[in-house]
């Protein structure tokens, strides 16, 4: 899909709000709440945003972009882009769709994770579902959309700052009903923590939906090990500054994947042998146990060799 992006507006001195419309005369299509747009910006890569989708309506596509000082270029690139230029995307996808019914939800994001839940919200108050919207961040002035939301979403959004009003998350967690769905969007430190208290206060892990918002980074110590594909014995040697995804890419190996962050779970592979690492935030605590599956965009190996079923 080509298409030009029409306006944008400052949400904080780091968030731009970008409002894009299709280049040609034809309507964008429709997307659920969760959903995300997938932008190619070139020799930067490929890089996704959450569909942003307020109760008023509007036929144009908007996404929030937060420009990461120490990030790889992405949200540099988005921000470069002027208003009138054309930029390329995939139609909308959901890795993170709300699961229909009548089961209270809560809805929990950190920082620019908020992106996904102002749709969820929007779409969760036009059904007339219960829900409760609880936003956390380092303060206030940099966290986008607070008026808007205090606007449209009234007492169903609470507000934190880690200094000043910390989120309590054992006493969240512990507050709502067992049956309550729970969708987490943020860095992986709020993430974590918001699982395990979850966990803890009886909520099922298949009630707790994820997306995490940083991309993969290598961490001191990793190494080098190799892939072998199965299915063609092709062995790849995965560097210690690559990812699975990246190595196998280059070697021309044609992979599935979406997120790059281990939240979505479209680039699963079965593990035939050898012992990953997990980095993901996808597999429940037994699959990671079991060392039978594994995320290859983000997870690694703490073998010398992984046999991966592709
Ligand atoms: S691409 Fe999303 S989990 Fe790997």
């Avoid at 409002?19 to 040609?24: E, G, I, Q």
């Avoid at 996704?48 to 309506?57: A, F, K, N, R």
């Avoid at 281990?262 to 012992?275: E, K, R």
Wanted: include cysteine.
């Amino acid at each position: 899909m080509k298409l030009i992006l029409e306006q944008v507006e400052a949400a904080t001195d780091l968030i731009r709000v970008m409002t894009f419309r299709p280049a040609t005369d034809v309507a964008l299509p429709d997307y659920t709440a969760g959903a995300h747009l997938e932008f190619d910006l070139g020799s930067v890569g490929k890089r996704s945003y959450s569909l942003i989708d307020w109760p008023t309506e509007s036929d144009l596509y908007t996404v929030a972009v937060q420009h990461e000082v120490t990030g790889d270029g992405g949200s540099r690139a988005m921000h470069a882009l002027r208003v009138g230029e054309a930029i390329e995307a995939t139609e909308p996808q959901n890795n993170f769709p709300l699961i229909d019914g009548d089961k209270p939800v809560l809805l929990l994001a950190g920082g620019i994770g908020i992106t996904p839940m102002i749709s969820m919200a929007t779409h969760l108050q036009k059904q007339e579902r219960p829900f409760q919207l609880h936003y956390t961040g380092r303060d206030v002035s940099r966290m986008g959309f607070t008026e808007t939301l205090k606007s449209e979403f009234n007492n169903a959004v609470s507000f934190y700052e880690d200094n000043r009003k910390p989120l309590e998350l054992g006493q969240l967690m512990s507050s709502l009903a067992l049956d309550t769905l729970v969708y987490l969007c943020g860095p992986r430190g709020m993430i974590d923590a918001a699982r395990n208290a979850a966990v803890e206060a009886g909520i099922s892990e298949q009630a707790i939906h994820i997306e995490l918002f940083t991309i993969a980074e290598s961490r001191d110590g990793d190494t080098a090990f190799e892939v072998e594909v199965s299915s063609t014995g092709q062995v790849v040697k995965v560097e210690a500054d690559q990812t699975i995804i990246e190595a196998l890419e280059a070697a021309g190996v044609d992979v599935m994947y979406d997120c790059q962050r281990g939240d979505c779970g479209i680039c699963q592979c079965d593990v035939i042998s050898g012992i990953p690492d997990h980095r993901d935030v996808v597999l429940s605590d037994a699959e990671r146990a079991s060392g039978s599956v594994m995320q290859i965009c983000v997870s690694r190996a703490k073998s010398a060799r992984l046999v991966i079923d592709l």
